[in-house]
């Protein structure tokens, strides 16, 4: 019996040893690395004083507004915001925006702009930022805003 529980002991060492040189492999064998960055999977949610800021600071950054007209009419739009509605967030963004430039996404309150930011990722933009508390919190805020007129 104690002969058995020798032999598996040393089949046991014997694999662990087997299987620790197995997980070594010289830089030769090495899979090459992919040094080329992926797509971000998820945005950046900022609040509204982020988003003014960033926006001041980058004249590369864009603010869109996806709203309805008939909520831009109501309230003003941020100052330069591109209108793209929800509804035509997939349609026209690969047209009107560029993918490799920071793009803030507001609403009303920010659930609307988390929907179209995942719509932008999945569109392939690299730089995607939700503005938490849409438009009812820039107007709180006091940040500028202009008229909507159709």
Known sequence: MLLKNV????????L??????AACSSEDDAAPVNTEQAAPSTYTTVDVRQAHEALSADPDA???DVRTPQEWATTGVP???VLI????????APDALPQDQ???LICNSGNRSRVAADALLQL???SVYNVDGGIQDWLRADLPTEPYTP
Do not use: K
């Open 7 to 14: 032999r598996w002991a040393v089949l046991a060492v014997l």
């Open 16 to 21: 662990v040893v087997a299987v620790a040189l």
């Open 62 to 64: 864009i603010i869109v």
């Open 79 to 81: 100052t330069d915001a």
């Open 85 to 92: 509605t929800l509804d035509e967030i997939a349609q026209r």
């Open 102 to 104: 920071p793009i803030y």
């Open 124 to 126: 392939g933009f690299t």
